[in-house]
């Protein structure tokens, strides 16, 4: 990103942040889909596993957090494990396997058929999410992405996928929260339709 000297920077990054959210509204029919599909494996009993690095791993464990805690609804805590956080898995199996296991190793011990990873990378070519990818594709787990690129390997490798095209890596972690609070509330409203048609048929 390059700054104009005569307008603060500051300017130049909500310019950039304000496109890359109009993009992103392009994709709120994807974020519903998403929503209602995870909402449904979670009523489910299935498991959301999630992948990132660095800043990306921080965008994994919010999402964790508020499925497991609450994000906006009172309602029953859903099953979510941000990968990174396993911290003495991720080490002894980065230790005994190397680093590139570390999330996929994990992946095949707490994932089933039929759960979600999510994959988080801004560049979309981080090794060991490519490799958790790789392990969920293998057990049948739905895989998407949040990455920034769409020409990129962790998009092929996913079964869908949500990129912000932004030449910030800031810019991209900013939307991918965004992304993450709205796949929060969609799901909230799925969890609660399913309540509410559950009770009017006295189930």
């Known amino acids: 990103m390059s700054f104009d000297a005569a307008r603060p920077p500051g300017h130049e990054h909500l310019d950039e942040l304000s496109g890359c959210l109009r993009e992103l509204r392009r994709e709120l029919a994807r974020v519903e889909r ?56 991720l080490t002894a199996i980065g230790n005994d396997y190397g680093p590139d296991e570390a999330y996929a190793r994990q992946v095949r011990a707490h994932g089933r058929p039929g759960d979600v990873l999510l994959a988080l990378s801004t560049s979309g070519a981080s090794a060991n999410v490519l490799a958790a990818v790789d392990a969920a594709n293998e057990m049948e787990l739905v895989t998407w992405a949040l990455a920034g690129p769409r020409s990129c390997a962790l998009v092929d490798a996913c079964d869908d996928a949500i990129c912000v095209e932004a030449p910030s890596t800031a810019t991209v972690q900013e939307c991918h929260l965004v992304a993450v609070h709205l796949l929060c509330a969609g799901i909230d409203t799925h969890v609660a339709s399913v309540g509410a048609s559950a009770s009017a048929t006295g189930a």
Not at 52 to 78: F, I
């Open 34 to 89: 998403w929503s209602q599909c995870l909402g449904s494996v979670l009523l489910g009993g299935g498991r959301l596993l999630a992948a990132g690095n660095g800043g990306s791993a921080a965008q994994a464990q919010h999402l964790t957090g508020e499925l497991v805690g609450r994000y906006r609804d009172e309602r029953p805590p859903l099953s979510a494990i941000a990968l990174h956080a396993e911290t003495s898995s």
